[in-house]
Every structure is written in structure tokens, then in C-alpha cells.
């Protein structure tokens, strides 16, 4: 617990003081530049031979970079896991080309929401740059499959919960009405019979999920993408 603690300092202090490269075209948004060294040790190291798997690119904020089981997890297909901690939307859009776009994947597995939420973003903003993602996606790759991961409930930000449950019913919607678009509800998934989250899925951090989390989103989204890919 205490290397994934520190591991978890250094990652966002690394994070913070990233160089002045890139400029934002987000002008309320938080300067994606705080993530520019930690995308750029994913350029230096983005020689990816396609194998004759299916390629799923998993990209967004801490659930994904922390799911380290990720390839084992899914290891019928080929995977990359592009995500980076403490991200939101914007970032995301931002970045999307080289992280996701240019790999050109036989499927988009994104999380987001969760910090944008936690940070006080107001929701109509969220929802517009969530959409932003899905058209910067579409403009490059009419018809690769999408799933968007709900943000899932945490003991450490269950005061936000109404404004989680209202952003996961406006992205379910969207992905309703678009062709290829998937909603995968993680926020249902993790609660008990009585509406709580066993706090056994957690570091003691109560926001980062540990094994056990990850074997619930993994039972519940296997049967999702075999369905798109097969």
C-alpha cells in the first residue's frame, strides 16, 4: 500500500510541472500541459506492431491507468492502456489524436467524468466536452465501436452522487441515439443490495479501486466487448 501511495504522489507531482508546450483551446479548462511529460513517455514509446488480434485502445483518468491487470484481463485482444490519473474531458480531447486516434483501434474504451465532477466542473460543460470526444473520434473513425464508462461511485466522493447519477443519464442518452456508441453503467455494478458501495472494492483511499473493483468492472464489461468484436 505504501509504493502505491508514493507511486500515486510521484505520478500526479510528475504530472503538475509538465513543460510548457501545447496550447490549450479550452479556455475554462485546466492547461492539459500539466500531462505533457507523461504523454510525451507514451510517444517515446508508442512502437505498437498491430498483431492479428483486435485492438482495444482503454484511455481516460486513474481507473484505467491503475488497472494493471488490464491485458491479462482481456488477453484475447490486443490492448493499450493510454490512460493518465487526474484527467478529465478536456485533457482527453486534447490528447485524443496521438493517444487514441492515430492507433486507429477496432475499439475506443474511454473514462471520464469522475474527476471533471470531483473538480466542480458544471455538468453542461462536462457533457459538452464528453461530446467533443465522441466527434473528434467520429471526424477520424466513422465506425469504430466506443464505450464510454460511466463514472463509478466512491465512498471519498459520494457527496457528489447527484451529479454523477445526472451526468451518467445524460451520456447514457447520447449513446442511445449514436450508432456504435456504447454505455457501460460502472455505477450500478459496484453498489450492494441496499444502494451502498462495499468500501472492500477500495484502496484505503476510498477512490482508487483495487483487484477486487477491477473483477467487477471485468465480469461485467467482458460480455460487452466480446459482443462488439465477435
Known sequence: MRL?????????????FSQDIYTSEYESSPDPNRFYSEIQSFLNEDVFIKSNKKLIVFTGSSSIRFWMGLKNDFSEYDILNRGFGGS?????????????????PDLIVIYEG?????FNIPLEK????????HSKIRNKLKNTPIIYIAPK???????????YIELNKMIQNFCKK?????FFDSWTIM????????????????LHMNNLGYEVWKKNLEPLINRILK
Open 153 to 163: 461511485p466512491s465512498p471519498s466522493r459520494w457527496n457528489f452522487k447527484e451529479n
Open 191 to 206: 453498489l450492494d443490495n441496499q444502494g451502498n458501495i462495499p468500501k472492500k472494492y477500495f484502496w484505503k483511499d476510498m
Open 126 to 133: 462536462i457533457y459538452k466536452d464528453f461530446k467533443i470526444s
Open 114 to 118: 469522475d474527476n471533471d465532477i470531483a
Open 88 to 104: 478529465i474531458f478536456s485533457d482527453l480531447n486534447f490528447f485524443i489524436g496521438d493517444l487514441v486516434i492515430k492507433h486507429n
Open 178 to 182: 449514436e450508432n456504435n456508441t456504447y
Open 4 to 16: 502505491f501511495t508514493l507511486f500515486i504522489f510521484l505520478f500526479f507531482s510528475s504530472s503538475a
